[in-house]
Nanobody, 114 residues
Framework: QVQLVESGGGLVQPGGSLRLSCAAS????????MYWYRQAPGKQRDRVAV???????NYADFVKGRFTISRDNAKNTVYLQMNSLQPEDTAVYSC????????WGQGTQVTVSS
C-alpha cells in the first residue's frame, strides 16, 4: 500500500519561501499525475498544483507565478517550491493523486505570519 509522507512546512514571514516534499512508497508512483492540495481550518481542501507523469504542470490561479511543482520519479518524490508566501497561504499541505486517492498522509503545516 502506498504511503505518503509530507515534510518541509513551518512558520515563515510574508514574502518568504518554503520547499515542501512528498515522499511516496510504492513502485507505481511514477505513472500517476500528482497533486498538491491544501486545507485551511474550516475550509474545503483545494487543489494547488498538479504535475503529470511526463512533467506537465498546472496551477490554481491563487498560486500561479509563486509556486512551482516538480517531481523526481527516481526518488518517488514530489516537491512544491513556494515563494512570495502570504498569510492566506496558511494551511495544511498534502500531496496525493486524483481519485481514487492513496491513503492521505499527515500533511505538513505551513503558517505565514509576521
Amino acid at each position: 500500500q502506498v504511503q505518503l509522507v509530507e515534510s518541509g512546512g513551518g512558520l515563515v514571514q510574508p514574502g518568504g519561501s518554503l520547499r515542501l516534499s512528498c515522499a511516496a512508497s510504492g513502485s507505481i508512483f511514477s505513472i500517476y499525475a500528482m497533486y498538491w492540495y491544501r486545507q485551511a481550518p474550516g475550509k474545503q481542501r483545494d487543489r494547488v498544483a498538479v504535475i503529470t507523469s511526463r512533467g506537465s504542470t498546472n496551477y490554481a490561479d491563487f498560486v500561479k507565478g509563486r509556486f512551482t511543482i516538480s517531481r523526481d520519479n527516481a526518488k518517488n518524490t514530489v516537491y512544491l517550491q513556494m515563494n512570495s508566501l502570504q498569510p492566506e497561504d496558511t494551511a495544511v499541505y498534502s500531496c496525493n493523486k486524483d481519485r481514487p486517492y492513496y491513503p492521505w498522509g499527515q500533511g505538513t503545516q505551513v503558517t505565514v505570519s509576521s
